[in-house]
């Protein structure tokens, strides 16, 4: 079974002959290193010879019991979502990558996944595509499941080669592919902090919330709040704008990278953010990125994030989309998203949207899928990070919801704007599925499983937050009659539903879930 099978490199073909052929190429079928990831990756018969098609990539779940519905919910969407496109994949190659565990083997691992990789060719042999092959990649070795013959692939596994040694890695950069990095490496951009400085940015979001979660639940200053937050998040971009990556932070902030420990005592950036420790060998993404912190401060960070949780406010946020305000606006999108630290993980569902919505429309597909991947991981109840994820994952082209966020900017008057879920809506209407939820698998843009799942957030509880006062003086009391009514619709053809003005699951109710007590004890309130 150890046939050819080409990649096509631009005009260029690479012929892959062997296990260790298919192993090395991996990393350059996705655009990164998976980790920890089941790869599958679709084979279509042309002229006796099998050409990469769609690929689908999943977490390997840490309970075993998780892995029968997983191996069918990923083959299922990787087939037929070929399927859907006219091109049913005659065969599958699969691949296991997860590095050993303390005092664990790379054989060990490899026959630990055994299970699951027959798993996934029971599924893909049930909808009559055939694993050709399956291979466990980890600690520096490839195991072939599917060859029987030892001196083809003996029982220690075979060691990978260098990285960017091969033929394909040749072709590749011959052809200008590249390899971006690890997953790790993806998410450490937009993972919250868990330093000395999270204690203060928690403190700032706890205080921030106090005042502004009432001003955002009351209907006359609620557009107060929203012009506020954009205004301030103008500031922030103008202030990373004349800051480029790699020229430096200390002409903004008056800290420089090399600056001390990160500590309260030691020298801060706008608004007291504290100075960014230099950390020696950090890649050029991770540099820019501290630079970036440095130039947000802590009550900066923490307005923006609770009243981005206003649906209103994301929208007019998502405008911020292309030419000279794309750039910036995604750095602020990423440096949010590392600030919703502590209890206020929940939070970061609106800037890691936003993040993915911004890489998409600006053609970074990888780091689309992976925010948006995140974005559902803090609140898997997040509609307009779902709806974001299939069209991306569909193939579909951003340049649709781009003209509808161009058009509504350059029609809207200066009166406050209906306080309608629009970009939910535009998403929606722009995607030529009707499945009412999507999966957060990483897929290649043609195909991706999507198992069944209510997008249907509103019944979602909400936990209160943190106060000291009386009930009557809590910042997630809603008073009657104001904007805590919900008017959730339908469709006839059965799409999903856009809700009323307050959806408390990602409008102001968001904002409200500042439940830093209540999430330490593991009690979950009512909604606010």
Not at 283 to 297: C, I, P, T, Y
Request: hydrophobic fraction near 35%; proline fraction near 8%.
């Amino acid at each position: 079974m150890h046939g050819t099978s080409g990649i096509p490199c631009a005009e260029h073909q690479v012929t892959l002959r062997t296990p260790a052929e298919l192993a090395d190429a991996l990393p350059y079928l996705l655009g990164y290193r998976p980790e920890d990831s089941i790869v599958l990756a679709a084979l279509h018969d042309r002229d006796g010879r099998g050409r990469f098609g769609g690929r689908a990539r999943l977490g390997i779940p840490a309970n075993a019991d998780d892995w029968p519905s997983v191996a069918g919910q990923l083959t299922h969407g990787l087939v037929k979502g070929s399927e859907r496109r006219g091109a049913l994949p005659e065969s599958i190659v699969a691949f296991l990558c997860q590095d050993p565990r303390d005092g664990e083997s790379g054989r060990e691992v490899m026959e630990r996944l055994r299970p699951l990789a027959q798993l996934l060719r029971t599924a893909c042999g049930a909808l009559d595509v055939p694993v050709i092959e399956a291979l466990c990649i980890s600690d520096g070795r490839f195991w072939s499941y599917c060859c029987p013959s030892e001196q083809c692939c003996p029982p220690d596994g075979t060691a990978m080669g260098l990285p960017g040694t091969s033929v394909l890695a040749a072709a590749a950069t011959y052809a200008g592919l590249q390899v971006r990095g690890s997953l790790k490496e993806f998410r450490a951009r937009l993972v919250p902090w868990e330093t000395a400085a999270a204690l203060e940015q928690e403190s700032a979001l706890d205080a921030v919330s106090m005042a502004l979660v009432p001003r955002i639940l009351d209907d006359e200053s609620r557009a107060v709040v929203a012009t506020e937050t954009l205004d301030l998040a103008h500031r922030v971009m103008g202030r990373f704008a004349d800051c480029t990556p790699g020229s430096g932070a200390s002409g903004a902030s008056g800290v420089s990278a090399a600056s001390g420990p990160s500590d309260p005592s030691g020298p801060s950036g706008p608004s007291g953010a504290p100075a960014v420790p230099h950390v020696s060998g950090v890649s050029g993404a991770l540099s820019a990125d501290l630079r970036d912190d440095e130039l947000l401060g802590h009550d900066e960070a923490a307005t923006l994030i609770l009243g981005l949780q206003d649906r209103t406010t994301r929208d007019r946020a998502t405008e911020w989309m292309e030419g000279d305000e794309a750039g910036p606006a995604l750095r602020l999108w990423r440096a949010l998203a590392r600030r919703c630290v502590g209890p206020y993980g929940e939070h970061a569902a609106a800037p890691l949207t936003l993040a993915g919505w911004v890489a998409w429309s600006s053609g970074d597909e990888l780091e689309a899928r992976e925010a948006l991947s995140m974005a559902l991981g803090a609140d898997p109840g997040y509609l307009f990070a779902h709806l974001l994820h299939q069209a991306c994952n569909e193939g579909l082209d951003p340049e649709s919801i781009r003209r509808c966020l161009r058009r509504e900017r350059a029609d809207r008057p200066d009166a406050d704007r209906p306080d309608t879920d629009r970009c939910d809506t535009e998403v929606n209407a722009s995607s030529t599925s009707t499945s009412s939820s999507t999966s957060p698998v990483d897929v290649d843009g043609r195909s991706g499983p999507a198992p069944k799942r209510s997008t249907s957030v509103a019944s979602r509880p909400r936990r209160k937050p943190r106060s000291t006062g009386s009930g009557a003086s809590r910042p997630g009391s809603r008073p009657s009659g104001t904007a805590g009514t919900r008017h959730p619709r339908s469709t006839a053809d059965g799409s999903p539903a856009t809700e009323g003005p307050a959806r408390a699951a990602e409008g102001t109710g968001g904002a409200a879930r500042s439940r830093r007590g209540a999430g330490r004890h593991g009690t979950k309130k009512g909604k606010t």
